[in-house]
């Protein structure tokens, strides 16, 4: 892709392809947008003290999680809806962590299904789960995880609610799908995603529509995933999803230390520390700035992961420093997919991996294990 340098340069080609309504709905928080800001701040305003005459002519950005080894620390976040973006759009970012050796894991909201990911990526397909009203559809849907043969599922817990979304609500993204004309006018100055939108329709949520009925149209699909969403969740959601999975179980939108814990006392294995890149609770903190406590609440007894407002292989590093296990990101590989499909998202990736690969040389780590807040300047520290 001929001109892009950084992730930015991949959002600023989405932005291009894309309707606006399709775009803010990527790009989005909630409220004030302030989540999104703190994110991304936090990582800019870390400050990273170098080592230097350390040996790091031979770098290796390859992490063991969970057992398996991948290449870089830095995976895929699942992101619902993504067919609106690119139809496929999630098996192509499945086919680039595959390629990348790197974890994808696939939203709850997803038009692709279960199934497809296993068939794709077997190793590398993680998937997320969104508690349902009626229980018998979750548990179903962890059965199917099992049955295709995926080791980790991920639950999402920070959505108790849909959330105040502005961007959309002026959009007039809502349940009577009467978008207003100004809306629709604009989506017509993208021609391309234009002629996809006419020759697909509206996309199906791919994974629900065995139980919104065979036939349900994809309007009606959409109708029943929006009942089936505020379900009531709490612990005991967490122990009956841990009874039924066998695998690797993770918790994504964890904040506090206690939750950590709480977790931890149920079998969870890991925590993704995350404030749903600033999509659900607006003042929530930034997934760096309560990593640390996290981290010490928990020591080596669970796996924590973050994703939030990162954007280069520098903050990869800073996270992982901080604490990070592994480290996720949402938004740079969708404007890769977006803009380009495969090849977009792969662009991501490998942006991700040579910016690693060259602050591990600036930093003076020959390999991740050697990361750790020795190189993180404390806020005390002038
Ligand atoms: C368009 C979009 C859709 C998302 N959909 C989901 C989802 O279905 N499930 C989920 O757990 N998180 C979802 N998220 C949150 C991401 O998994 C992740 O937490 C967030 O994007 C990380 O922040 P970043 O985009 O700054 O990397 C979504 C994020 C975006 C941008």
Known sequence: MQGVVNVDDLRKLAKRRLPRICYDFIEGGTDDEV???????????????????????????????????YSSPVGIAPTGLADLFRRGADLMLAEAAREANVPFIMSGHSSSSIEDLAKLAPNHGWYQIYSAVDP???????????????????????????????RSIRHGWGPSRK??????????????WMMEWLQHGTPYFGNWTRYAGENASAEQVADFVSNQFRAPMAWKTVERYRELWKGNFVIKGIMHPDDALLAHSLGVDGVIISNHGGRQLDNAPSSLEVLPTVCEAVGDRMTVMLDGGVRRGLHVLIAICAGAKFVFQGR???????????????KALEIFRREIDISMAQIGAAKIVDLGPQFLKRKDET
């Open 35 to 69: 989540g999104l800001v703190t994110n991304e701040q936090a990582f800019r305003r870390q400050r990273v003290i170098p080592r230097y005459l350390v040996d790091v002519s031979v770098r290796d950005q390859s992490t063991t999680l969970f057992g398996r080894t």
């Open 136 to 166: 018998s559809i979750s548990e179903d849907m962890i059965k199917r995880v099992s049955d295709a043969g995926l080791k980790t599922l991920v639950f999402t817990v920070d959505v108790p609610e849909t959330s105040n979304r502005e």
């Open 179 to 192: 978008l207003p004309w100004k809306t629709r006018f604009e989506a017509l100055r993208h021609p391309l």
């Open 332 to 346: 740079p590989t969708l404007y890769g997919v977006a803009a380009g499909g495969v090849m977009g998202a792969s």
